[in-house]
């Protein structure tokens, strides 16, 4: 697959994050670490959680109301919803159901998509592809977590990465000035058992439940294939789009540790100044980072109406997505 023959645009974000803050001065205190040891290694200082009674369709809510909001838009005629996360508030309903139900959307599909922390990614990937096709118009793409709730407080090497929060954006039709240039996709099923959560299936390979669904990940692995994986996918993906690294105003990768992000960085040559990361106040958000990321650029008045992003999403599968986009949120005037 080469250049996407696109006829969607990103038109609005909306973002949130709690209240609550975790700081690494707060995780010494629950687990043999330190604040310099976290920062080293990974870049954070802060994480968001979410409330005992919040939950991850509630982030999700939130976001949506930022985003209309902030941009003027109704949602009231959205034609599908796909959100994607890890965390759940149930098996089902789904996330998307109860967004719909929230906002009294008459007449929308909805389906929550897993693919863990290249989720935003593949649900930019299916809202343009099913745009472009004709069979949707007005597609709210979600991506939330409450990781949280599934994180295990008592291992350090997990317990200090992970926080909670939901970015929404709106993919519509736009036929003149579209916004999806290219696109790719791929998978190693084979390194799947490097980062999991506990499921029924586990007991059949002689894995341990690890708590109530908590994350289990081999961190060692998941890096050298993160790096390794997303550097190879740019070098492939940019030719797709016709275009090179000097082509990109923005790169916006999973914020799963600064450290990855600025190896893949050097690695591709494109410059860390030119890098939109929620990592380092957020924690890994997993399907939230990347809009999480695009939030933060908004606000800094980094990201500008019509510039080109690398967006690269990567994680538990082990699966990856990356696009090659142009922005096409403006803001009304005030």
């Not at 310099?36 to 200082?45: A, D, F, H, L, N």
């Not at 599934?150 to 954006?169: E, H, K, S």
């Not at 809009?291 to 690269?312: A, C, I, M, N």
């Amino acid at each position: 697959m080469n250049s996407v023959s696109s006829k969607a645009a990103i038109t609005a974000i909306g973002t949130y994050v709690p209240d609550k803050r975790l700081t690494n001065a707060d995780l010494e205190k629950l687990v043999e670490t330190s604040d310099e040891w976290i920062v080293q290694r990974t870049g954070m200082r802060e994480r968001r959680i979410s409330a005992e009674q919040e939950f991850t369709s509630d982030l999700c809510i939130r976001a949506v109301d930022d985003l209309i909001r902030t941009y003027g838009k109704h949602v009231e005629d959205v034609d599908l919803i796909i959100v994607a996360t890890t965390t759940p508030d149930y098996p089902f309903p789904s996330v998307a159901c109860l967004i719909q139900e929230h906002f009294n959307i008459q007449s929308t599909g909805a389906f929550d998509l897993n693919a863990t922390c290249a989720g935003f990614a593949y649900g930019l990937h299916v809202a343009n592809g099913l745009i472009s096709a004709g069979l949707h118009r007005k597609v709210l793409v979600v991506g939330g977590e409450t990781l949280s709730k599934v994180t295990d407080y008592t291992d350090r090497t997990t317990c200090i990465l992970f926080g909670d929060g939901a970015g929404a954006v709106l993919v519509e039709a736009d036929e003149t000035n579209p916004g999806f240039i290219a696109s790719i996709q791929g998978t190693d099923g084979s390194g799947g058992m490097h980062l999991y959560r506990a499921g029924m299936a586990n007991a059949l390979h002689g894995l341990p439940l690890a708590g109530a669904g908590n994350i289990v990940q081999n961190g060692r692995e998941v890096y050298k294939w993160a790096v390794r994986t997303v550097t190879a996918g740019i070098e492939e993906l940019l030719p797709r789009a016709g275009m090179t690294i000097a082509d990109i105003d923005w790169f916006v990768p999973h914020s799963v540790n600064l450290r990855m992000i600025e190896s893949i960085c050097e690695k591709t040559g494109i410059p860390i100044d030119k890098t939109l990361y929620s990592v380092e106040y957020m924690g890994n958000t997993s399907a939230a980072s990347i809009p999480l990321s695009l939030g933060l650029g908004v606000r800094e008045e980094k990201l500008k109406y019509g510039d080109t992003l690398l967006l690269y999403g990567f994680g538990g599968g082990l699966t990856h997505a990356g696009l090659v986009v142009r922005w096409g949120a403006q803001r009304p005037p005030q």
